[in-house]
């Protein structure tokens, strides 16, 4: 019998979706992107981000003149979405095209509703970094895996948002950032971090200096580090033995490779309760970066329920 937790965690394989993910990569980034070129800086380019929906990917409001738009990938439709809130609306199908088709047509729709969209039109922490209006490489869309994707995001958006409420501190939102392809949640301590040395492809070094402006730890999970992705978790900068620590679950483990903890999706998918898997990964990986970095842990972290009463009726 197939158990509900195994219905919810999906199992998606990398290598099956290898050319879609890529393709789909350069799609956020123009999404992006356009959203960046609208939105006001917020610490840490948190304007930038993309959010899980229920039915994709969303940018959220994205101000504009007086008004606002949005734009939302929907991976239960497969169709590229942009509403305005002067009630302006166009689609269009996501289906196999190459990443210039795709910008071409976005490009198209927002001059149809009059949202200008100026952006830089490379993509940014990959090499090589091709313009989008002449990559002709990325050009695959299987339905069925960007589905899959989707609700392996909406899986760890859920886990995440839960170990997200457990800190007072500054914390970001779970916001997938589409440079990297990651679902991220951050925690910080208050403190200022050294300037990061940057070395990200094709990505400014100022860029990483703004993100890591302060002492943190950091969540996520990406597809990729393990056969059906991973959850990861650092520090920056990383506190001494900070990669020696013991954290669970089993299964989960420090990457040299990658400088961070990982626990590979398909290991949280196989355990008997995977939300618990992933909330012990979150929580004992945090607490390596809090108590190895003597964060005031007392004064970031609280219990989420500390208003819950009993109903009296």
């Not at 910080?188 to 402006?213: I, K, L, Q, T």
């Not at 056969?227 to 990457?255: K, R």
Request: hydrophobic share 35%.
């Amino acid at each position: 019998m197939t158990s509900r937790a195994t219905m919810s965690w999906p199992s998606l394989r990398v290598s099956d979706w290898t050319p879609t993910r890529d393709t789909l990569h350069m799609w956020t980034q123009i999404v992006g992107k356009i959203r960046m070129a609208h939105a006001p800086l917020l610490n840490h380019w948190w304007q930038v981000t993309l959010y899980v929906s229920p039915r994709g990917l969303t940018t959220s409001a994205i101000p504009h003149r007086s008004g606002a738009f949005e734009i939302e990938f929907d991976f239960l439709g497969h169709q590229l979405d942009v509403r305005s809130s002067d009630g302006g609306a166009r689609s269009f199908p996501l289906r196999p095209m190459p990443v210039a088709e795709f910008y071409t047509q976005i490009m198209d729709l927002l001059d149809q509703l009059g949202i200008e969209a100026t952006i830089q039109p490379r993509p940014n922490e990959v090499d090589p970094a091709i313009p989008f209006a002449e990559d002709h490489d990325h050009a695959s869309y299987d339905g069925e895996a960007a589905t899959l994707f989707w609700r392996q995001l909406l899986q760890a958006n859920r886990v995440m948002g839960e170990f997200r409420s457990h800190f007072v501190g500054k914390v970001s939102p779970v916001h997938f950032f589409w440079g990297g392809m990651d679902l991220a949640c951050t925690r910080f301590s208050g403190r200022p971090a050294p300037p990061h040395p940057g070395g990200v492809p094709n990505c400014g070094d100022w860029v990483m200096v703004e993100g890591y402006s302060r002492e943190l730890s950091s969540c996520g999970f990406w597809p990729g580090g393990g056969e059906e992705g991973a959850f990861y978790s650092y520090a920056y900068p990383e506190p001494d033995g900070f990669a020696e620590q013991e954290i669970g679950p089993e299964g989960a483990f420090f990457s040299t490779q990658f400088q961070q903890f990982l626990l590979p999706y398909e290991v949280a998918r196989a355990a008997p309760d995977p939300d618990r898997a992933v909330a012990e990964f979150l929580r004992t990986t945090y607490e390596s970066a809090a108590d190895r970095g003597h964060w005031d842990r007392s004064a970031l972290e609280d219990n989420p329920s500390r208003w819950h009463r009993t109903p009296t009726a």
